[in-house]
């Protein structure tokens, strides 16, 4: 079974996947723009720390470069005699020329408890001009000296941002440091819980659209449901006041083929019905002429040539009788009326009496087997037609000798018609096509009977009509061919 491909779901699958495509790159641009912030605003914050402890520190560091300026101008004014005339006070004054070179503070360690998550990755270096240490964070790195400004460094396993500040005029170097990977996570933390509940939402969001898309195309599927319940000979316009304008085409296009399609078939059966009732006339005169003639010869070889030139027109005038048939059965005349039953055991009466006289010609013993009533909804005219040409073919497809039997019955999902015969049968392969018109099976010519090929395609017509199914199986005796009808209930 071919597959048909799903407009809902086309469009569901195209939407989800236009809106992932755009969570996709907006995925990307949140990504890019926390990349950015968080670099603008951590590199911003490092050059500020580097500032403030800058000017913390540069001030102990002049002030010791201004007491070991003083020292050494006491120092020459006492000049060598006089430091050597006051030994404690050369001590002092020497100490103080070098203290400004040498002093080292200690930066207090932070305890577990109070070290902030990202405070784990700040690192702090300063030092005097000489290049020597005089203030350094415990988990900060080995940090070589670098020109004033930003630098990324791979210190040890990580790698650092790197922020450096000097002071000219006394050569004082400050250094602050931060891990990259504090940023990248930062980053991703930033993104993740930004996007996270737009990917939660996507179930809910195809729902939605599946629900939304479903009712936007509610009209489409009224629009193919009123077409789907259609009979096969409805073809009436479909009404397209409240379609869609993306539909309203299809459904006008549609309209004007179904009213093409309504003026062809309606063309075909006048032509049908009028060409029928114009040959039975000329049919019935020639009839008259051959048997007149037939009377008046007794030459068996012109008797012969008359009597198959009967033949001819009879099977013509049965043609003729079975196109007028099968026109009114195509004909949009015939209504089953809702309201409208009848007896089908009563039919089956009439028209097993009006073909017993040509039974009996052929030796064929046609019998009747309804026993009670059985009310079916339906055309009276309609139904003899079908029957009667049910019993017409089981009566000439019937060997000589052979039996008919037109049974009725009622069952608990309805009524039922059944035409059981003693005939040759139909093959299996065969019985499908035998509905169709003008098909003839292959038993005709064995049996050297012919018929028009019209007589099952009418049966089918008024089954069609009634709502009724048709059956082919064995006949009578597990021979020859059995046709039930069964009909739904009243």
Do not use: C
Not at 6 to 22: D, F, G, N, P, T
Not at 144 to 173: M, N
């Amino acid at each position: 079974m071919k597959h048909h491909p799903s407009i809902r779901r086309r469009l569901l699958a195209m939407l989800v996947s236009a809106i992932l495509a755009v969570w996709l790159v907006a995925l990307l641009l949140v990504h890019q723009v926390a990349q950015h912030e968080v670099k603008e605003v951590f590199d911003a914050d490092l050059a500020r720390s580097a500032r403030i402890l800058q000017t913390i520190l540069l001030h102990e560091v002049v002030e010791e470069q201004q007491m070991a300026s003083k020292a050494l101008e006491v120092a020459d004014e006492l000049g060598e005699d006089g430091l050597r005339a006051y030994p404690v006070l050369a001590g002092l004054l020497r100490q103080y020329a070098d203290r400004g070179s040498r002093e080292r503070l200690e930066f207090a360690r932070a305890t577990e408890d109070v070290q902030p998550h990202y405070g784990a990755g700040l690192a702090f270096v300063a030092r005097y001009g000489d290049g020597s240490e005089m203030l350094r964070d415990h988990s900060a790195p080995d940090i070589p000296p670098q020109p004033d400004g930003f630098a990324v460094l791979e210190l040890g396993d990580e790698q650092w941002r790197i922020f450096t500040l000097s002071d000219r005029p006394t050569g004082f170097v400050v250094q602050v440091g931060e891990m990259l990977r504090f940023r990248d996570e930062l980053v991703r933390y930033i993104t993740r819980n930004t996007l996270a509940p737009l990917l939660l939402a996507v179930p809910v969001l195809a729902l939605l659209i599946w629900a939304g898309v479903g009712r936007a195309m509610a009209p489409l599927q009224r629009v193919a449901e009123q077409v789907s319940r259609r009979a096969p000979d409805a073809l009436q316009p479909i009404d397209a006041a409240d379609t869609p304008r993306e539909i309203h085409g299809l459904a006008v296009a549609l309209n004007r083929l179904l009213g093409r399609v309504d003026a062809a078939i309606s063309r075909e059966r006048l032509f049908t019905a009028d060409a029928a009732h114009e040959l039975r006339t000329p049919l019935a005169g020639l009839k008259t002429h051959l048997q007149v003639a037939r009377s008046q010869t007794a030459e068996p070889a012109m008797r012969k040539t008359l009597d198959q030139a009967l033949d001819g027109v009879n099977r013509a005038t049965h043609s003729v009788e079975q196109l007028l048939l099968l026109a009114r059965a195509d004909s949009t005349q015939i209504q089953v009326r809702g309201d409208a039953t009848v007896n089908l055991r009563d039919i089956v009466v009439q028209v097993v009496s009006a073909l017993s006289q040509q039974a009996f010609e052929r030796g064929i013993d046609l019998g009747v087997d309804a026993p009670v009533d059985v009310m079916v909804r339906g055309d009276l005219a309609a139904l003899q037609m079908m029957i009667r040409n049910l019993v017409d073919n089981a009566v000439r497809y019937t060997p000589v000798g052979g039996k008919v039997t037109v049974g009725v019955g009622a069952a608990e999902n309805g009524a039922w018609l059944e035409v059981a015969d003693s005939g040759p049968g139909i093959a299996v392969a065969d019985r499908e096509r035998v509905f169709d018109r003008f098909h003839r099976g292959r038993g005709e010519q064995a049996m050297g009977t012919t018929g028009s090929g019209l007589g099952l395609s009418i049966v089918k017509r008024v089954a069609v009509m009634h709502g009724a199914s048709i059956e082919m199986g064995s006949g009578l005796n597990g021979g020859g061919l059995g046709v039930r009808v069964r009909f739904p209930q009243p």
